[in-house]
């Protein structure tokens, strides 16, 4: 099968600044990087001032002579548009592109990312530099896909300056159509808000206050949109003149501030920038969740780890470094949920600039080091995965994620403002990781026919529509599991009436009273059966309708008031959670996995991660030991491709050891 690009096998490789180099550095880093097995080097990133040195001059000639080079190795090229960081003299000649924060201070040049997202200038001048490259470089035999920009929304996800304001009011005219629909949507006969001109409208600028919570929903729905047509009118540019080769955008992973189903929608190929912290022992979990988010963001084609760091970062306040275990391991993570590409931040470790403690595949020593070695392994290992790309992971339990609900859940003057959407669906996903059940992310609205299980560890914002989409998955079958807090406001962040959560009763036959969030650092108990486990940020006052009670408060004022429902519904079940439990939750996934059929990809000692890809005629078995400790498993037939090794029914990893078990019988039905 096939990849995300034309580059047969994985991708692997890094970001290469070969403007921070002479050109006889060039001629070293393009051996080694055959020396390691890379084949793929995302150029160009932060090159806009190198290639137009001013409005009308252009400066081609030394990225000729380095794709030139790298097509001579065989080393393909992931070309940037190079418009993160605008030129000095774009912003002299225009300083109203630069950035404005909610209290008004001009951000300055100097860094990077210094643009507005609705300045007119930068816009054309970064459309006008994508189409010269698109022109001039369509053709070059190394230029396999297109990547537009660098992370939007790193550093300014936001600009309140008066184009943006501007720009918010287009958006809002767009959205509403009139005044008095947008009048109502934002409820300003609360604290006198009325509105009797388009132009009285702002966006939400530092105040005294708590700002109007619907008008600060639709400016996050309006950042995201603004950087969002920023992508789409260089993208426009690439459909045109860019010769039909891929376009992706670098994602931040579970990122809050961009809609990514929104953005993946425009994009050939997902890639993400994953940087978990080696500090945290839990770090491969939240990262286990944004790999498959990536999966997900399109449908589970697969999609590429742009970077990572191959050791340590520069950017925290103790940067911890990978051991070259560790490294390997996480590297592989990223495959084992549907990566076809592993690359990293960056090639060649910077000398200077405000990155040059961050890690690289060629460091600061050079070849003869530890980190070197571990770079030349990792190619040596991709190499053997080579027949993985183009195979997908399957999974039977999705867990909804709405990023309109995530701006709306973490608004100002909550019940809590301890609720981040983030934390709490990384808590369920945990829950389902540890288990070893693969799981899927899915948007409001999605198919859900394939799907046993849905989980929705929190929808705070739910229309109508989104509960009829709910409602009707349980009926014809499907078990929902449904957070605390879900169901509450509807699109315009009203809140839905007659009692909570009101467009979802029918389906969980429960009905909230209050809301009784937990103080910090205290907790409640909630009673399953024998089993006595703490809750701790919410509870709720729960009364049941035609829900049956599976576990309920057993300490505290909601004493013997229901905690865990399940309900009946249609030819399906949906049970209620109303408290954070925590690890806990199994006692309802548990429940749940068992009786919807759902199973673990492999049954395996705990601390180690079992995925699946299948391919036509073959499946790939990623087992990864994230324990110190060495563990032995049983496993079917098959061949190690790591180390080609047959197996007989049993796998020793030794402690972070890996194993990728190609196997050709059929698998059992999950
Ligand atoms: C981001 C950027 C890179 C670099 C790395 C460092 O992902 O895209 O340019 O700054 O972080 O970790």
New binding site residues.
């Given amino acids: 099968m096939s990849g995300p690009t034309r580059v047969p096998g994985l991708l692997y490789g890094g970001?290469y600044n070969p403007e921070q180099w002479s050109e006889e550095v060039w001629a070293e880093d393009v051996r080694l990087m055959k020396d390691a097995g890379v084949n793929l080097v995302t150029v160009g990133?932060f090159s806009w001032a190198r290639l137009q040195p001013g409005p009308d001059t252009w400066d081609f000639g030394w990225l000729d002579r380095l794709l030139d080079l790298l097509a001579a190795h065989g080393v393909a090229a992931d070309l940037a548009t190079a418009t993160a960081s605008p030129p000095a003299w774009l912003v002299r000649a225009h300083p109203e592109i630069l950035p404005v924060t909610a209290d008004g201070v001009r951000l300055e040049f100097g860094s990077r990312q210094h643009y507005c997202p609705s300045s007119p200038v930068y816009r054309e001048s970064a459309t006008r530099l994508a189409r010269k490259i698109a022109e001039r470089y369509r053709d070059h035999p190394a230029v396999v896909l297109w990547h537009i920009h660098?992370?939007y929304g790193?550093h300014v996800t936001e600009c309140f300056c008066a184009a943006s304001a501007a720009d918010f009011r287009h958006w809002l005219r767009d959205r509403y159509g009139d005044l008095a629909a947008l009048n109502r949507a934002w409820a300003t006969d609360f604290w006198s808000q009325r509105y009797g001109r388009w132009d009285e409208i702002e966006p939400p600028r530092a105040a005294p206050g708590p700002v109007n919570p619907t008008q600060v929903l639709d400016w996050r729905r309006f950042c995201s949109d603004a950087l969002l047509a920023c992508y789409l009118a260089e993208k426009a540019v690439l459909d045109e003149d860019g010769g039909g080769i891929p376009v992706t955008t670098?994602f931040m992973s579970m990122f809050k501030s961009l809609d990514y189903w929104a953005w993946a929608a425009h994009e050939d190929v997902v890639s993400d920038?994953a940087?978990p912290d080696p500090a945290d022992p839990e770090a491969h979990v939240a990262a286990a969740m944004n790999y498959d988010l990536m999966r997900s963001l399109k449908a589970g084609r697969p999609w590429l780890l742009m970077?990572q760091?191959p050791s340590a970062?520069?950017?925290r306040p103790v940067n911890v470094p990978k051991t070259p275990e560790l490294s390997r391991l996480w590297s592989f993570q990223a495959v084992a949920r549907g990566a076809d590409g592993v690359l990293h931040?960056q090639w060649r470790a910077s000398r200077a600039g405000a990155?040059k403690y961050?890690s690289a595949l060629l460091p600061h020593r050079g070849t003869g080091s530890p980190q070197w070695d571990r770079t030349v392994r990792l190619g040596r290992d991709l190499t053997r995965l080579a027949e993985i790309a183009g195979t997908r992971l399957t999974a039977d339990v999705a867990i909804v994620l709405d990023w309109d609900s995530w701006w709306a859940l973490e608004l100002e003057d909550h019940p809590s403002s301890r609720l981040l959407l983030r934390e709490l669906t990384l808590s369920w996903y945990g829950t389902a990781y540890v288990r070893n059940v693969t799981v899927d992310f899915v948007p409001p609205g999605a198919d859900l026919t394939s799907y046993r299980v849905v989980l929705l560890p929190n929808l705070y914002l739910t229309t109508d529509a989104t509960a009829a989409w709910l409602t009707s998955y349980v009926a014809d079958g499907g078990r929902l599991v449904c957070g605390f807090f879900s169901g509450i406001v509807n699109e315009h962040d009203h809140v839905h009436l007659g009692g909570y959560p009101a467009p979802l009763r029918d389906v969980l036959g429960v009905v909230v009273d209050e809301f009784w969030p937990v103080p910090d650092d205290a907790s409640v108990d909630v009673v399953f059966g024998d089993r006595r486990v703490p809750a701790t940020l919410w509870s709720e006052w729960l009364e049941t309708g035609t829900a049956e009670t599976v576990a309920g408060y057993g300490s505290g004022p909601l004493t013997g008031r229901p905690a865990v429902t399940r309900n009946a519904h249609g030819a399906g079940r949906a049970w209620y959670v109303s408290c954070h439990l925590g690890d806990a939750l199994g006692h309802v996934l548990d429940e749940v996995f068992a009786d919807a059929g759902v199973r673990p990809v492999l049954d395996v000692p705990a601390g180690v991660e079992a995925t699946r890809r299948d391919g036509p005629g073959a499946s790939f078995l990623f087992l990864l030991n994230h324990r110190d400790a060495g563990t032995e498993l049983p496993v079917p037939d098959g061949i190690d491709l790591l180390t080609g090794t047959a197996l007989r029914g049993t796998l020793r990893l030794p402690p972070l050891g890996a194993a990728v078990l190609k196997t050709t019988h059929p698998q059992p039905e999950r």
């Fill in positions: 970001d990133v660098n992370e790193d670098n920038d940087y970077e760091a970062v520069s950017w931040f990155e961050h």
